[in-house]
């Protein structure tokens, strides 16, 4: 059984020349959208097999990824692709440096305190700028922001699913 992994979405077109404006899920948006790169298109609600298509050019405009794919360079295309999910299959995720982790290992992980406190699990990554932030489901509800930096991010066990964080004055208020 093929597992998937969600690199994007498709969410508009660009242009009348096939781009096809995505926003990315992935921290690997160089390596993923090169040219020559392949993506699988799953549609949402469809029964159909995902469509396999190679990355023809890849630019960044504003907060989106802009694609063109091999063979589909007209609007009219891209456009009965709006909605879908870009993704890469098991096979294709590269190995990562030491203290480099993708998102699905991630979310889902329960975080403690030094102390083995439980803070909740983690539903989210954000990436907004110099470094990601985490948002934990605590207790409650309550959503609490960690960043990932060594100062508070202390252990990371994926194979376990615990994340263990020494949480500095006020980040848990």
Same mark, same amino acid.
């Given at each position: 059984?093929?597992?998937?992994?969600?690199?994007?979405?498709?969410?508009?077109?660009?242009?009348?020349?096939?781009?096809?404006?995505?926003?990315?899920?992935?921290?690997?948006?160089?390596?993923?959208?090169?040219?020559?790169?392949?993506?699988?298109?799953?549609?949402?609600?469809?029964?159909?097999?995902?469509?396999?298509?190679?990355?023809?050019?890849?630019?960044?405009?504003?907060?989106?990824?802009?694609? *063109?794919?091999?063979?589909?360079? %007209?609007?009219?295309?891209?456009? @009965?692709? /709006? &909605? !879908?999910?870009?993704?890469?299959?098991?096979?294709?995720?590269?190995?990562?440096?030491?203290?480099?982790?993708?998102?699905?290992?991630?979310?889902?992980?329960?975080?403690?305190?030094?102390?083995?406190?439980?803070?909740?699990?983690?539903?989210? *990554?954000?990436?907004?700028?110099? %470094?990601?932030?985490?948002?934990? @489901?605590? /207790? &409650? !509800?309550?959503?609490?922001?960690?960043?990932?930096?060594?100062?508070?991010?202390?252990?990371?066990?994926?194979?376990?699913?615990?994340?263990?964080?020494?949480?500095?004055?006020?980040?848990?208020?």
């Amino acid at each position: 059984m093929q597992k998937w992994f969600n690199v994007g979405k498709i969410v508009n077109t660009h242009g009348i020349k096939g781009e096809a404006r995505v926003i990315s899920k992935t921290d690997f948006a160089d390596e993923r959208y090169k040219p020559g790169s392949k993506l699988y298109l799953f549609m949402p609600d469809s029964k159909a097999e995902p469509v396999e298509l190679t990355v023809k050019s890849h630019r960044t405009h504003k907060s989106f990824d802009l694609l *063109i794919f091999e063979g589909y360079e %007209n609007i009219n295309q891209i456009e @009965k692709m /709006k &909605g !879908g999910i870009l993704k890469v299959s098991e096979d294709q995720l590269g190995a990562l440096e030491e203290d480099e982790f993708y998102y699905h290992e991630i979310i889902g992980c329960i975080v403690e305190t030094l102390e083995g406190e439980e803070v909740g699990k983690i539903k989210e *990554i954000l990436s907004p700028g110099a %470094n990601d932030v985490w948002v934990i @489901k605590g /207790k &409650g !509800g309550k959503e609490i922001l960690i960043p990932y930096i060594e100062d508070v991010v202390k252990e990371v066990n994926v194979n376990e699913k615990r994340i263990v964080i020494n949480p500095i004055e006020g980040l848990l208020s």
